[in-house]
């Protein structure tokens, strides 16, 4: 079965607290390579059958309106990924 992928994150000017604790939690484990740090969210979407440009658009309707907080996040992608 297809699904469905949604991936959401906060808005740049948004501060990221948890990001900010990852970022400096890196170091301390070795990994020194990185400056900064977002996080964000994914859902995954499982459809039944064929994924139509209708059913697409009803993923994406649904991740602007109920899947992310318009106010503060953005939909970074929806693609749909078969099983």
Known sequence: MP???VDVMLKPEILD?????????LPRLGFTA???VRQGKRFE??????VTEEILA???D???T???NPVIEDVVNVE???A
């Open 3 to 5: 699904r469905i992928i």
């Open 17 to 25: 607290p948890q990001g900010k604790a990852i970022v400096g939690a």
């Open 34 to 36: 990185f400056s900064s």
């Open 45 to 50: 979407l499982t459809v039944d059958g064929e």
């Open 58 to 60: 009803q993923a994406r």
């Open 62 to 64: 649904a991740a602007e």
């Open 66 to 68: 109920l899947l992310s």
């Open 80 to 82: 749909v990924v078969e």
